[in-house]
């Protein structure tokens, strides 16, 4: 059966309202951006997203924060984006902040089957609470869950109709992690190729990971903070 899909519209549609997503990206680099842009535009809704952060206002996750389709965010960085703030602050969505080293250890541990942790991150804060906790050394740990979802929306720089993946520097970020912890892996590419094009000795992503691949267009490729020498 082949992996590959027509186009963003047609991988969203797989996706029924309530699913649990993880969103690579790492600020406004390396996101799916056709995948989240077909995901507004189809309407689904009273989703939870887990993703480092949460767009900017009108560009990534954050279109789909201003259209209400999102009911849960688990992020660890969400600074930039004035309706998630607005959101949070009044209750009207639902927000569970992570350490992000936490943050990538669970998606991690989710994809390597692994049943939990414990880190040091976090104890005797608000993080803690409701968790088991214990003396490591003479030192305190916190016990973490991993983090799985329904779907994992993925960006590559390159990818073959197999699904091995290839990324490209920063780009890559929290997207391999993310990869190895759903249940069905989509990840869009900005190069569609053969099998055999890539060379194994580079590829991050076996296919074995990745349920559904398509060919992105149109990347905005946006600078978070232009900032320029007086």
Same mark, same amino acid.
Request: proline share 5%; hydrophobic share 40%; charged share 25%.
């Given at each position: 059966?082949?992996? #590959?899909?027509?186009?963003?519209?047609? @991988?969203?549609?797989?996706?029924?309202?309530?699913?649990?997503?993880?969103?690579?990206?790492?600020?406004?680099?390396?996101?799916?951006?056709?995948?989240?842009d077909?995901?507004?535009?189809?309407?689904t809704?009273?989703? +939870?997203?887990?993703?480092n952060? @949460? *767009?900017?206002?009108?560009?990534?996750?954050?279109?789909?924060?201003? +259209?209400?389709? #999102? =009911?849960?965010?688990?992020?660890?960085?969400v600074?930039?984006?004035?309706?998630?703030? &607005?959101?949070?602050?009044? *209750?009207?969505?639902?927000v569970?902040l992570?350490?992000q *080293?936490?943050f @990538?250890? =669970?998606?991690?541990?989710?994809?390597?089957?692994?049943?939990?942790?414990f880190?040091? +991150?976090?104890?005797?804060t608000?993080? @803690?609470?409701g968790?088991?906790?214990?003396?490591?050394?003479?030192?305190?740990? #916190?016990?973490?869950?991993?983090?799985?979802?329904?779907?994992?929306?993925?960006?590559?720089?390159?990818?073959?109709?197999?699904?091995?993946?290839?990324?490209?520097?920063?780009a890559?970020n929290?997207?391999?992690?993310?990869?190895?912890?759903? =249940? #069905? +892996?989509?990840?869009?590419?900005?190069?569609?190729?053969?099998?055999?094009?890539?060379?194994?000795?580079?590829?991050?992503?076996?296919?074995i990971?990745? &349920?559904?691949?398509?060919? *992105?267009?149109?990347?905005? &490729? =946006?600078?978070?903070?232009?900032?320029? &020498?007086?």
């Amino acid at each position: 059966m082949s992996k #590959v899909l027509a186009s963003a519209a047609e @991988a969203v549609a797989l996706v029924p309202d309530g699913a649990t997503i993880m969103m690579g990206g790492f600020g406004v680099c390396g996101l799916p951006e056709n995948l989240i842009d077909a995901l507004h535009d189809r309407g689904t809704r009273d989703l +939870t997203i887990i993703s480092n952060n @949460a *767009g900017l206002d009108g560009f990534g996750i954050g279109r789909m924060l201003i +259209t209400r389709q #999102v =009911r849960k965010m688990i992020s660890s960085y969400v600074g930039e984006n004035k309706e998630f703030e &607005r959101q949070f602050l009044s *209750g009207e969505l639902d927000v569970e902040l992570v350490p992000q *080293g936490t943050f @990538a250890e =669970r998606i991690r541990a989710a994809g390597a089957g692994i049943g939990g942790f414990f880190t040091p +991150t976090g104890y005797g804060t608000l993080v @803690a609470e409701g968790k088991e906790t214990r003396i490591i050394d003479g030192k305190p740990y #916190v016990l973490e869950s991993p983090l799985h979802a329904d779907f994992a929306f993925v960006r590559a720089w390159k990818g073959d109709r197999q699904g091995n993946l290839v990324y490209r520097k920063t780009a890559r970020n929290f997207n391999p992690v993310m990869a190895t912890a759903a =249940r #069905v +892996t989509i990840a869009e590419v900005e190069h569609l190729v053969e099998p055999g094009e890539i060379d194994p000795d580079h590829v991050v992503t076996p296919g074995i990971f990745v &349920r559904h691949i398509l060919k *992105g267009e149109k990347y905005e &490729r =946006r600078i978070e903070k232009r900032t320029t &020498r007086p």
